[in-house]
């Protein structure tokens, strides 16, 4: 099942249930596993939820029927000769089972969310991946030191917003071959919660980057941007260290 909320289409900054207001606070990535750790846990607390109701219920059903709010029966029901006289119908203990079935359900829909966000995150890595050839796979392009001509800033303004990358002429390199490379990686990178020992010289694997792949003068540019400081600067970080000597 495809989340119902998914946004983007590349790169993807997931967000985590947030209590049980219902509203999602992104307090970090999520990758394939903190997904299906998340749904573990949410499964944990529903099923606490539902021994607290089946607590609940239980207490309710012992009670004898003149206890609660039947005027003839309290009428005729005496104690040593002395009548019992009608006693209170407290809700308590039917709210109690209501709010905890309540929460179980919301619960349950929370970890089905977060299932449903891992099988889209490995469907996304492994359509990505199809056709690149597994050395490929196994590195980023731009491991190939040797076959990156120059580096520059990319600016809007003032602001650093990441990195221009151009590649000289190599046989076999095209824009559509390198468009692919990267959709597999960013897309491997999404399911790992970008964590960032994974392909740590790549620019275009950090949380939030946008790539785009031009071709000028029969070589390659790969323009990488975010919209977010901390992400521009590590993604222009990165790329200016392909230039160092190994």
Excluded at 4 to 22: M, Q, Y
Excluded at 54 to 63: C, F, K, M, P, Q
């Amino acid at each position: 099942m495809r989340p119902s909320f998914l946004p983007l289409p590349v790169v993807l900054i997931l967000s985590a249930c947030g209590g049980d207001s219902g509203q999602r606070v992104p307090p970090r990535t999520y990758g394939v596993t903190d997904h299906l750790v998340e749904a573990e846990e949410h499964d944990e607390e529903a099923r606490r939820h539902e021994a607290k109701a089946d607590e609940a219920e239980a207490r309710g059903a012992s009670r004898t029927p003149q206890a609660c709010g039947d005027t003839v029966l309290a009428d005729q029901s005496t104690a040593g000769g002395e009548r019992l006289g009608i006693q209170p119908c407290w809700t308590a203990e039917s709210a109690a089972v209501e709010r905890h079935r309540a929460a179980a359900e919301r619960l349950r829909k929370h970890a089905a969310e977060h299932r449903a966000w891992a099988r889209y995150l490995l469907e996304a890595e492994q359509a990505s991946c199809r056709g690149l050839d597994p050395a490929e796979i196994d590195h980023s392009p731009f491991a190939h030191h040797e076959d990156i001509a120059a580096v520059t800033a990319e600016l809007d303004s003032d602001r650093l917003r990441g990195a221009r990358i151009r590649f000289a002429a190599v046989p076999g390199l095209t824009a559509d071959w390198m468009r692919g490379a990267v959709a597999c990686h960013q897309a491997r990178a999404a399911a790992l919660g970008y964590d960032p020992q994974y392909l740590a010289d790549d620019p275009t694997t950090v949380a939030g980057a946008a790539v785009e792949v031009l071709e000028h003068d029969g070589a390659l540019v790969v323009v990488v941007r975010a919209p977010e400081d901390a992400a521009a600067l590590v993604i222009y970080a990165r790329a200016e260290a392909l230039l160092a000597p190994e």
